[in-house]
C-alpha cells in the first residue's frame, strides 16, 4: 500500500537558518503529495502540494519539489523564522483504485526555532 | 472562508460513559473522515464516509462508531469510552475526487478519558 517517511525529529535550528525535512514516499501511478503544518494546540493546516512530476509548491518561503525519479518531496525553506515552530506533515493521495480519496501521512517532524 | 467545525476543543469523560464527537463541515464535501493524532505514532484513520449514511472503516475502528445523517455533519461515537482513548481527535472533509485539493481539518478535539 502507499506509504510516506519523513526525517524523525526533533528538529532544532536558530532563527534565519536553512531548513531541510526529508520525506520520501511509496505509491502506485502518480499520486499527489503534499506538506501539512500543525501549529501548537491547531489542527493540520495545508502549506503546499504538487500534483505532478517536476511541480514545485510554494508558501510562506516553504518550497517542495515533486521528484518521481527519487520519490521525493522533501521541504525547503531558507530563512526560519520562530513562528515556524510546529510539526509538519508530509503526505499523499494515491492516484489508482480505491486509494485515490484517501490521504496518508507521515508521522510528522517537529520544528523548533529559537531566536 | 470554507471551515470544518468540531463541537469541542477540549472534553474530559469518565471510563464507560458514551462519548460523542461532533463535526460539521460547510464546503459541500462529499468525503469526511476521523483521525486521532497520537506522539510517536502521527495520524492513524478511524472511520471515514464517502456519502450520506456511508460509511467505511478505517485503520484503527475498534471501540469506534460513526454517523452521517446529513451530508455537513459526521460524528465519531466512542460506545464506552476507555483511557486509551485519549488522545487528540481530528476531523476533515474533502471533495469526492479530492487528488488536487487533499483535505481541510477542523482544529481538533483534545478528550481525555478519566
Known amino acids: 500500500g502507499d506509504s510516506v517517511t519523513q526525517m524523525e525529529g526533533p528538529v532544532t535550528l536558530s532563527e534565519e537558518a536553512f531548513l531541510t525535512i526529508n520525506c520520501t514516499y511509496t505509491?502506485?501511478?502518480?499520486?499527489?503529495l503534499f506538506w501539512y503544518v500543525q501549529y501548537p494546540g491547531e489542527g493540520l493546516q495545508l502549506l503546499l502540494k504538487?500534483?505532478?512530476?517536476?511541480d514545485k509548491g510554494s508558501n510562506k518561503g516553504f518550497e517542495a519539489t515533486y521528484r518521481k525519479e527519487t520519490t521525493s518531496f522533501h521541504l525547503e525553506k531558507g530563512s526560519v523564522q520562530v513562528s515556524d515552530s510546529a510539526v509538519y506533515f508530509c503526505?499523499?493521495?494515491?492516484?489508482?483504485?480505491?486509494?485515490?480519496?484517501?490521504?496518508?501521512f507521515g508521522k510528522g517532524t517537529l520544528l523548533t526555532v529559537n531566536p | 472562508d470554507v471551515k470544518v467545525t468540531q463541537s469541542s476543543r477540549y472534553l474530559v469523560k469518565r471510563t464507560g460513559e458514551k462519548v460523542f464527537l461532533e463535526c460539521v463541515q460547510d464546503?459541500?464535501?462529499?468525503?469526511m473522515f476521523w483521525y486521532r493524532q497520537d506522539p510517536g505514532l502521527g495520524l492513524r484513520l478511524i472511520y471515514f464516509?464517502?456519502?450520506?449514511?456511508?460509511?467505511e472503516k478505517g485503520d484503527i475502528p475498534e471501540g469506534y462508531s460513526v454517523s452521517r445523517e446529513k451530508k455537513e455533519r459526521f460524528s465519531l461515537i466512542l460506545e464506552s469510552a476507555s483511557t486509551n482513548q485519549t488522545s487528540m481527535y481530528l476531523c476533515?472533509?474533502?471533495?469526492?475526487?479530492?487528488?488536487?485539493?487533499?483535505?481541510?481539518f477542523g482544529s481538533g478535539t483534545r478528550l481525555t478519558v478519566v
Open positions: 476533515a472533509s474533502s471533495l469526492k475526487f479530492t487528488g488536487f485539493d487533499g483535505y481541510t
Open positions: 505509491a502506485t501511478g502518480y499520486p499527489s
Open positions: 504538487a500534483t505532478k512530476a517536476d
Open positions: 503526505a499523499l493521495i494515491g492516484s489508482s483504485g480505491g486509494s485515490n480519496y484517501k490521504l496518508t
Open positions: 464546503m459541500d464535501h462529499e468525503n
Open positions: 464516509s464517502y456519502d450520506v449514511k456511508m460509511k
